[in-house]
């Protein structure tokens, strides 16, 4: 069982920049993709970006360019760089492990395990 917990989420003011972070820990030996999804009030969980064992990345279309993907060295943590918030990017954060190490989805029906997710909150 992968245990995920996120970290970094918080208040911030429209146009401003966080960083949150998830920390994968458990049966993490063989390679795996990780993945960002977002889920505000009354809303759909939405994709957010993926990225494999290969650090290859995918991103959903509305958030290209300002929302930025990575891992740490040791792999088994992941990054979500986020620039020029927005209102409506407050949601729960949450990151996912796919157990296809080179795969890169968008699916959350694809992702096996999930962390609690952390509170991102933009002020206008």
């Known amino acids: 069982q992968v245990t995920l917990v996120e970290s970094g989420g918080g208040l911030v003011q429209a146009g401003g920049s966080l960083n949150v972070s998830c920390a994968a820990s458990?049966?993490?030996?063989?390679?795996?993709?990780m993945g960002w999804f977002r889920q505000a009030p009354g809303k759909e969980r939405e994709f957010i970006a993926a990225?494999?064992?290969?650090?290859?990345?995918r991103y959903a279309d509305s958030l290209k360019g300002r929302f930025t993907i990575s891992r740490g060295n040791a792999k088994n943590t992941v990054y979500l760089q986020m620039n020029s918030l927005k209102p409506e990017d407050t949601a729960v954060y949450y990151c996912?492990?796919?157990?296809?190490?080179?795969?890169?989805?968008?699916?959350?029906?694809?992702?096996?395990?999930w962390g609690q997710g952390t509170q991102v909150t933009v002020s206008s």
């Open positions: 990225i494999n064992w290969a650090t290859n990345t």
């Open positions: 996912a492990v796919n157990t296809s190490p080179y795969a890169l989805v968008a699916n959350r029906n694809d992702y096996e395990y």
């Open positions: 458990g049966p993490t030996s063989r390679p795996y993709a």
